[in-house]
């Protein structure tokens, strides 16, 4: 989606909602938005369906902040409760079967490429870790051992938490679930580490307790994903509702399992080092310029 696309014909301007109003004059294709200017624009997604206090939807909140080019992405996803989130964003989304995302995502940004060929078009596959660890898990593979040029996001809530409450193989063991009565059995997968032995060019983990920091490393994924390879980001995104987490203690319960076992790690391929290095070096020479 693009500014000219959604802006109205003449005239039906002032017939439109508020919320469309604000989303053409002040929303985020126009500028940059900060971190700390959050609530104070109309945002690419605001309003949703999701739990009171659920960390996922903070986090999508900033993975759009974090894109770099908003008006030319494209965003994958499936069944799960980040869907229902990421539906009501006002940029593009594709639904794909449950287990196939990185698949449709594989064929959609190969024909942006040919399509569009001096622009570059961001595919982005958002979805929970039933959907990309277990159910997915072929097509995420595949999708690195080609080197697709696109980003995975897992939305790791450690939980089937649309369905009822089932472990997935991102669970930690011994984890008891509502319907995993007698607690998970085995390890938690090690998505980084399959990640890292797949020749993704970029791996991150993180969690939503610094949102400068999840904006930086969307951003940094998205670009590196352009011209290098594929790039995965994990981040944990609890949820509230079959861990009886209250809601006032979201964060601070992200800040603990942060702490404990979800700190922030970044890993890149020599190729994407590089070219990381260069384009930081080239930014800062044209933002001196730019003062000059």
């Not at 039906?12 to 919320?19: A, G, R, V």
């Not at 989130?85 to 196939?100: K, L, W």
């Not at 001096?118 to 039933?130: C, E, F, Q, R, S």
């Not at 509230?240 to 942060?258: F, G, L, Q, S």
Request: proline share 5%; hydrophobic share 35%.
């Amino acid at each position: 989606m693009s500014l000219e696309t959604i802006k109205p014909s003449p005239g039906f301007h002032n017939y439109l909602p508020k919320e469309y109003q604000d989303l053409i004059e002040d929303g985020p294709f126009h500028q940059k938005r900060k971190v700390s200017e959050l609530g104070s624009f109309k945002e690419a997604i605001e309003e949703h369906p999701m739990c009171a206090g659920c960390a996922m939807t903070l986090f999508i909140r900033l993975v759009y902040l974090g894109l770099p080019s908003l008006e030319h992405s494209v965003i994958v996803g499936t069944a799960g409760c980040g869907r229902l989130a990421i539906t009501q964003g006002a940029v593009p989304f594709i639904y794909g079967n449950y287990g196939d995302t990185n698949c449709v995502a594989s064929g959609l940004k190969r024909g942006l490429d040919i399509r569009f060929k001096d622009t570059p078009k961001d595919v982005i596959v958002m979805a929970g870790d039933g959907g990309l660890a277990d159910i997915g898990f072929h097509a995420v593979m595949h999708s690195w051992f080609r080197k697709e040029k696109f980003t995975t996001i897992m939305l790791d809530n450690e939980v089937y938490g649309n369905t009822g409450g089932q472990e997935s193989g991102m669970t930690q063991k011994g984890m008891v679930l509502k319907m995993a009565p007698n607690g998970k059995k085995f390890e938690k997968m090690d998505m980084l580490g399959l990640a890292k032995t797949s020749g993704v060019a970029y791996t991150a983990r993180i969690s939503p307790t610094n949102p400068t920091k999840v904006v930086n490393t969307i951003r940094k994924a998205v670009l590196i994903a352009r011209e290098v390879g594929p790039t995965y980001i994990q981040a944990y995104t609890s949820c509230n509702i079959e861990y009886a987490i209250p809601t006032p203690k979201v964060m601070d319960d992200a800040r603990e399992v942060e702490k404990d076992r979800y700190g922030y790690l970044e890993y890149f391929s020599d190729e994407a080092k590089e070219y990381w290095d260069k384009s930081e070096a080239d930014r800062k020479k044209a933002r001196k310029a730019q003062v000059k």
